[in-house]
Nanobody
Framework: QVQVVESGGGLVQPGGSLRLSCAAT????????MGWYRQAPEKERELVAT???????NYADSVKGRFTISRGSAKNTVYLQMNDLKPEDTAVYYC?????????????WGQGTQVTVSS
């Protein structure tokens, strides 16, 4: 069974940086979209950034110019570099991977990693 594992969250001061990592296990899974979503307390989960076919990026307006999504050299890994963090970036960040597990469409979520931006 595919597992999606995030890491890299934590507490950072405003203006600081963090890098989140995500890995989707199982070599029989071939994702064509990997991305990051976040959910703040009492708010809906929202898209942060996605990477499609290893090259096409999409960002929420609120993070453009500050966050960068990239694919790792290891198979099925993706990173989110977050710079100039703001208190409103505080949320649980979830990694999502969509693709083919063997020949079937599959959509997986990680358990989430907490990012807190506070002085």
């Amino acid at each position: 069974q595919v597992q999606v594992v995030e890491s890299g969250g934590g507490l950072v001061q405003p203006g600081g940086s963090l890098r989140l990592s995500c890995a989707a296990t199982d070599n029989h899974f071939s994702p064509y979209v990997m991305g990051w979503y976040r959910q703040a307390p009492e708010k809906e989960r929202e898209l942060v950034a996605t990477l499609t076919d290893r090259t096409k990026t999409n960002y929420a307006d609120s993070v453009k110019g500050r966050f960068t999504i990239s694919r790792g050299s290891a198979k099925n890994t993706v990173y989110l570099q977050m710079n100039d963090l703001k208190p409103e970036d505080t949320a649980v960040y979830y990694c999502n991977a969509q693709g083919l597990y063997y020949s079937d469409y599959a959509n997986y979520w990680g358990q989430g990693t907490q990012v807190t931006v506070s002085s």
